[in-house]
T-cell receptor, first 114, second 118 residues
Framework: AQSVTQLDSQVPVFEEAPVELRCNYS??????LFWYVQYPNQGLQLLLK??????LVKGINGFEAEFNKSQTSFHLRKPTVHISDTAEYFC????????????FGQGTTLQVKP | EAGVAQSPRYKIIEKRQSVAFWCNPI?????LYWYQQILGQGPKLLIQ????????DSQLPKDRFSAERLKGVDSTLKIQPAKLEDSAVYLC????????????????FGEGSRLTVL
């Protein structure tokens, strides 16, 4: 079975500082990996995805993530955060070649302070 | 391109009452999902349709929850009778579906329907 663990439930950070949101996954088969963002009272929006190829993936709003197969991690980073980045962030995986579902982590609340 | 549409956005009901949520996926998307997101948790899959057939409903509480996707397009999720613990946001999502080369597993989500059970 597959699972996703987000290591921090809340991450407070000051505006214009760098941030890293951590995600570890468990799977015996190859997977696709995703980061979604959820702003208050809205649905989930895709930030970025890793399908294959380069392990450094760039997404929208200046976010990037690095796939590390040996450590089974897919951490999300941004060099400079803004107040508008305050939101809930979800890491998720999808089993390759499957018609199945996305499996989500518990979520990390990013709180950007002025 | 129109996104995933859901209604109603908000619903407040008493326990033991019934409620229904509606979802219209992105045009051409064969696969439709209903997720339950309880406050402070990640979304959990309730049911997945491929066209109008059920692929996975292993986590759907079938004694009170039901869902259908007639004609393989829009879908309705019903709860009857509702319990306090059903208070959550119900997210509908769609994707291209399996068996297609373009299928990367990416899901497109609606804005959700927030249910409060009193």
């Amino acid at each position: 079975a597959q699972s996703v663990t987000q290591l921090d439930s809340q991450v407070p950070v000051f505006e214009e500082a760098p941030v890293e949101l951590r995600c570890n996954y468990s799977s015996s088969v190859s997977v696709y990996l995703f980061w979604y963002v959820q702003y208050p009272n809205q649905g989930l929006q895709l930030l970025l995805k890793y399908l294959s190829g380069s392990t450094l993936v760039k997404g929208i709003n200046g976010f990037e993530a690095e796939f590390n197969k040996s450590q089974t991690s897919f951490h999300l980073r941004k060099p400079t955060v803004h107040i508008s980045d305050t939101a809930e962030y979800f890491c998720a995986l999808h089993k390759r070649g499957n018609t199945g579902k996305l499996i989500f982590g518990q979520g990390t609340t990013l709180q950007v302070k002025p | 391109e129109a996104g995933v549409a859901q209604s109603p956005r908000y619903k407040i009901i008493e326990k033991r009452q019934s409620v229904a949520f509606w979802c219209n996926p992105i045009s051409g998307h064969a696969t439709l999902y209903w997720y339950q997101q309880i406050l402070g948790q990640g979304p959990k899959l309730l049911i997945q349709f491929q066209n109008n057939g059920v692929v996975d409903d292993s986590q759907l509480p079938k004694d009170r929850f039901s869902a259908e996707r007639l004609k393989g397009v829009d879908s309705t999720l019903k709860i009857q009778p509702a319990k306090l613990e059903d208070s959550a946001v119900y997210l509908c999502a769609s994707s291209l579906g399996g068996g297609q080369l373009a299928n990367t597993g990416e899901l497109f989500f609606g804005e959700g329907s927030r249910l409060t059970v009193l």
